[in-house]
């Protein structure tokens, strides 16, 4: 199973406390449902591909309705997985209406979150878990990206779930899409407080332990890249050393300062090691240690030596 269907598998499992059974209930018809008008009245449907959610819908509905809605399932296009589950509820509309607040004052459906279906704690925290059982998604924590997404089709159903959201300091963003709009989270902490707040701990474990371990190899191999960049300078360096000595060589001086001498010995003994390891070459050697910045000042001296022999030559008659 993918990382969203875990945490709905574990979400759907929680207990509602009573108070919260409506706002779950609610956010569910929210964010999945449809209302459709036909020859025999109004009929509230909800729809998902996952069965852990409907059968979490279906229970919340009969806690609180003392009722079972009709149930159906219908195949995908395109050879998809999962099929859709359907539910229609075609009596008692108008009291799941109005016990839901599913209707604003401007008679549309599905819009604000009414405020007394999230008066506690609790239930703002129920409505969240209802919002993302019918319309959410969180990327694996093993992927390149985080993301944590509600999609809704309304703009201000959006917003208030922003709102909502942001109470636990979620840090939640809205944005316009192709189906409407969804309410989303990118950073990984405020995932982890997400799914805290909605109730799935085992997978915020297991959401936290993929994360620590992705960002520790990402450590990793940025500690391995910045080893092989400094390698790579420090071989470079090296051979534009090497080459410095060879031109020297070519003119073949016989005054060559003691202090040149020894870093032209050690550089062409050692042509690959870092200034560090020739630090340590030096009192193997000449029995004193020449530090790093002795070393950079040698080399650059070299470069001076060469270019005063260069131009002493030219300088002959």
Known sequence: MSF??????????????????????????????????????????????????????????????????????????????????????????QDVIGALFLQNKAARFFQEIDERLIAKECCKRAFLRGAFLAGGSINSPSTATYHMEIQTFSESLAEDLKKLANVFDLNAKTAANKRGFILYVKEAEKIADFLRVSGATNELFSFEDSRIKRDFANSINRVMNCDIANEEKAIEAANRQLELIAKIEALQPTDIPKSLEEI????????????????????????????????????RALKDYLNELTFEREERP
Request: proline fraction near 2%; charge should be positive.
């Open 4 to 93: 969203t269907a875990d945490v709905k598998a574990e979400l759907s499992n929680i207990k509602d406390l009573q108070c919260c059974t409506r706002a779950e209930l609610a956010a569910l018809l929210h964010v999945g449902g449809a209302i459709e008008l036909r020859s025999t009245g109004l009929v509230l449907t909800f729809q998902t591909t996952n069965n852990a959610v409907v059968r979490k819908f279906l229970k919340l509905f009969k806690e609180l309705f003392k009722a079972e809605p009709l149930t159906m399932t219908k195949k995908r296009l395109n050879l998809q997985k999962n099929d859709i589950f359907i539910v229609e509820i075609e009596d008692r509309v």
């Open 264 to 299: 032209i010995f050690l550089r062409k003994r050692y042509p690959e090691s870092t200034l560090h390891e020739l630090s340590f070459a030096a009192e193997e050697h000449f029995g004193h240690m020449i530090s790093k910045s002795a070393l950079n000042h040698r080399f």
